[in-house]
């Protein structure tokens, strides 16, 4: 079960484990902002609520919150399929504009692409191939991702939203 942790001024900078949200609570860090209604933490101690969305006590200053480019990711970002056929087996990333012709190990030059895709379009962009790019890529934000999560709870959503911001 996660966490969704914001900052002291409500803005989501992270997604963490239940020990770790209700340890920063515990130690007085942060706060419960939402938690599970007809679920609480027994301990020999007492009683917790299971905290959902936790906020920093502090605020924490993020320069700029990036998702890391990897292959995990761009899968991700992609919906598992292929960002030409749609197909869900065989995955791997494509450079859109090849690196032989100077593109570039960019988020938006990488695509999730299947095998058969992949070597259709070998060393060539795609309309030389004669493919057509199902999905743009781009760079995802911090927010985007956490709606992404599989593991993402309805309390979340007003947070990673632009609606309550």
């Not at 917790?48 to 320069?63: A, C, D, Q, T």
């Amino acid at each position: 079960m996660n966490v969704l942790v914001l900052n002291s001024d409500f803005k989501p900078i992270n997604i963490t484990t239940l020990r770790r949200g209700f340890n920063l609570v515990y130690k007085g860090r942060a706060e419960i902002v939402d938690h599970h209604k007809n679920n609480s933490i027994e301990s020999s101690v007492g009683h917790f609520k299971r905290p959902s969305v936790i906020r920093l006590i502090n605020y924490v200053y993020l320069p700029f919150k990036k998702v890391p480019m990897n292959k995990k990711n761009i899968f991700k970002r992609d919906g598992n399929e292929c960002g030409y056929c749609g197909s869900k087996t065989n995955l791997t990333l494509d450079h859109i504009k090849p690196k032989s012709k100077g593109g570039e190990h960019t988020w938006d030059n990488l695509i999730t692409c299947c095998k058969k895709c992949n070597e259709k379009k070998d060393d060539l962009t795609p309309s030389q191939a004669g493919l057509t790019m199902r999905i743009k890529p781009y760079r995802p934000t911090f927010n985007e991702f956490a709606l992404l999560n599989k593991n993402k709870l309805d309390s979340w959503l007003k947070f990673l939203t632009d609606d309550y911001r």
